[in-house]
């Protein structure tokens, strides 16, 4: 494989996975944030109303968003993982490609 082709093929790749990171990550994190706004605003009520944790339904509430945003948090470090693992092999891959072509010149 020439250079240049090396070259291109890791830069399309790494194109398409800051691609899928953008359509997947950005939804993920904007649902994260808001389970978060959620969160606080119950508390903020159970806090203005004086009845810290007495109200039942507050409570479970809260417990669902807490699984929800621990569920949302594990999938973007999954992904997180996985993108980082992709560049670094497909970096490695346009390096060597620069390397070995100068090497063989």
Do not use: H
């Amino acid at each position: 494989m020439t250079r240049k082709a090396r070259i291109w093929i890791g830069v399309t790749i790494l194109i398409i996975i800051a691609f899928n990171y953008c359509v997947i990550g950005i939804p993920l994190m904007k649902k994260s944030a808001s389970i978060k706004d959620k969160y606080k605003s119950i508390l903020v009520k159970q806090a203005k109303s004086g009845d810290i944790f007495k109200s039942a339904e507050d409570e479970y509430l809260l417990e669902i968003f807490r699984k929800e945003k621990a569920a949302i948090d594990k999938k973007i470090l999954i992904l997180n993982c996985v993108g980082a693992s992709m560049v670094i092999i497909l970096s490695s891959w346009i390096i060597f490609g620069l390397v070995a072509s100068k090497k063989k010149a």
